[in-house]
């Protein structure tokens, strides 16, 4: 991978549809290195047989000699995203993808046509699917330069913080959303159901989709359910009608196989409900925010009642607006967090500036981008203000402050991390990684080598590394990175030989 053709061709993702398989071609060069019988060259088989043996009729990919081409199909919309993202339009009006509904969560995305999609209509989509009998359908999405993540409605909260999406869309996504717990505790096995037999913990998927679900946003479900008139689809339309009932969403539409509902606005509908209606409102005390190794809780997420993340300005306005929910952020800092969140508008502003001029990053096709610290997301910010045809995955290490709530206020994506645990996605998927102050923060936590190692797997060969952080730091990163095999130069920021830090620009 690397040359320019091809990196053009998937930069033209959204519009163009179509990628080479050149990169899986190289995986399997660089597989053989590896030697026969690793798991990575099974899966990479895999890869290319699978959309042809399981989801050929669905149009979700088709083979073109050396090509993969996307037509935009899905289980649920053969006939492509682009007239079903209409019919929902037409469905809600209001949803406005690109001015209202900006940041979007496809479950179970499949390629993630959806996503893909929906950037013409200035809409982004954190696309995410786990590993399962789909093979590698977010390896497929992030070739394509569509932001996805491996992720999984389970037993732990998603790692998205509560009020992030303006919509949430599930079609044909395989999950029991009206799930109880002591239906899922039955498929583990009776000796773990003794110790619970009475849970009483209706939906508690759906519950993570509420919690996750901005105050006034949508969830689009298009499954079986829907339309199906035979009798166990019925029950089961007829369980989804009790429980979002009872978690006050609105049904707003139906129609053909799509159902849509949107979730309150306030608290109000809530506390008025019937003290015995289940499921119960959390504990005042819950952190809807805190979900690194959280489990999932049966209860509705309560929204703040002072209202912040129920009124953000509509895109593009919401940039570079300082959202309410910073005041909610800890840190300690002396300055207001507004004129914080300005002075680090205007320091990205300046930074991502001189990349682009000094180091041609229009050139470079910089598609799928990381901010491995992403403190407010001005370094996303700047890249849209600069007009790269990129899209950036905010990172907000947990050992931080939680910023990730305001990056979604904004309109960005991002999620929740710890630096010193591997990142859920697949090898060779990002063309940038930046980490500013990153090292000089987690070497009090972790190794920095096997931080530099898992940016080694994610990175493609030919991608781009910019680190920028402490002086003391930069050295002994630069010997690391260079027995890894980049190719690394340290260079002075705009401040000087003499500033504290230093920034080092490497390439795989
Ligand atoms: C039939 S495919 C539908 C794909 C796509 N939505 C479409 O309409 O073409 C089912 C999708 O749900 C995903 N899925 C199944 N169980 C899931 C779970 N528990 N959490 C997240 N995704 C899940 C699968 O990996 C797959 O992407």
């Not at 006939?79 to 993202?85: E, R």
């Not at 505790?185 to 110790?195: F, P, Q, V």
Request: aromatic share 10%; charged share 25%; hydrophobic share 40%.
């Amino acid at each position: 991978m690397g040359n320019e053709t091809e990196e053009a061709e998937r930069a033209k993702q959204g519009t163009g549809r179509v990628i080479s398989s050149s990169g899986i071609a190289l995986r399997r060069g660089r597989i053989e290195l590896l030697g026969s019988g690793s798991k990575e060259l099974q899966d990479s088989d895999s890869l290319a047989e699978e959309p042809r043996r399981d989801k050929g009729g669905q149009n979700w990919i088709t083979r073109d000699k050396d090509k993969f081409k996307f037509p935009g199909g899905g289980t649920q919309f053969i006939h492509g995203a682009k007239q079903y993202l209409n019919q929902i339009s037409e469905m809600v009006p209001n949803i406005a993808f690109g001015s209202h509904t900006r940041v979007v969560l496809d479950v179970g995305c499949g390629v993630a046509s959806f996503g893909a999609y929906l950037f013409s209509k200035n809409a982004i989509t954190m696309s995410i699917a786990p590993k399962d009998v789909h093979e590698n359908q977010i390896q497929f999405a992030l070739e394509r330069g569509v932001p996805a993540m491996a992720a999984v409605f389970a037993t732990r909260r998603l790692l998205y913080p509560s009020q992030a999406f303006d919509l949430i869309h599930c079609s044909r996504c395989r999950i029991n959303w009206t799930r109880d717990e002591w239906e899922f505790l039955n498929s583990l096995g009776s000796a773990t159901l003794i110790s619970f037999l009475k849970c009483d913990e209706d939906g508690i998927l759906l519950l993570e989709v509420n919690r996750m679900l901005r105050a006034g946003g949508y969830f689009a479900w298009a499954a079986q359910p829907v339309y199906k008139h035979e009798e166990a689809q019925q029950e089961a339309w007829k369980e989804m009608e009790d429980l979002t009932t009872h978690i006050c969403w609105e049904l707003v539409k139906k129609e053909g196989y799509i159902a849509i509902w949107r979730k309150p606005l306030n608290n109000t509908c809530y506390i008025i409900r019937d003290a015995a209606v289940k499921p119960p409102l959390c504990n005042p005390d819950d952190d809807p925010d805190s979900v690194w190794y959280a489990n999932l809780k049966a209860c509705i997420t309560r929204l703040p009642e002072n209202g912040f993340g129920s009124n953000v300005p509509t895109w593009p306005a919401r940039l570079h607006v300082p959202p309410q929910r910073l005041e909610n952020v800890l840190m300690d800092a002396n300055i207001a967090k507004n004129e914080l969140f300005k002075a680090e508008t205007a320091f990205w502003d300046e930074v991502v500036g001189s990349y682009v001029n000094a180091f041609h990053w229009k050139k470079m096709n910089l598609r799928n981008v990381m901010d491995m610290r992403a403190g407010f997301g001005g370094f996303a910010a700047a890249m849209i203000d600069n007009q790269l045809d990129s899209w950036v995955m905010n990172v907000v290490p947990t050992s931080g402050p939680n910023t990730l709530p305001l990056i979604y206020d904004r309109g960005l994506i991002g999620v929740a991390h710890d630096w010193c645990e591997p990142f859920d996605t697949y090898p060779r998927t990002y063309d940038l990684l930046h980490a500013f102050g990153l090292f000089s923060t987690e070497q009090k936590r972790c190794n920095i080598t096997s931080i530099l190692l898992e940016m080694d797997r994610i990175l493609r060969p030919g991608g781009r590394v910019y680190i920028r952080d402490s002086k003391y730091i930069v050295d002994e990163i630069q010997t690391i990175t260079v027995a890894m095999g980049w190719r690394s130069d340290q260079h002075d920021t705009s401040e000087g030989p003499y500033a504290s830090r230093r920034i080092l620009i490497c390439q795989k």
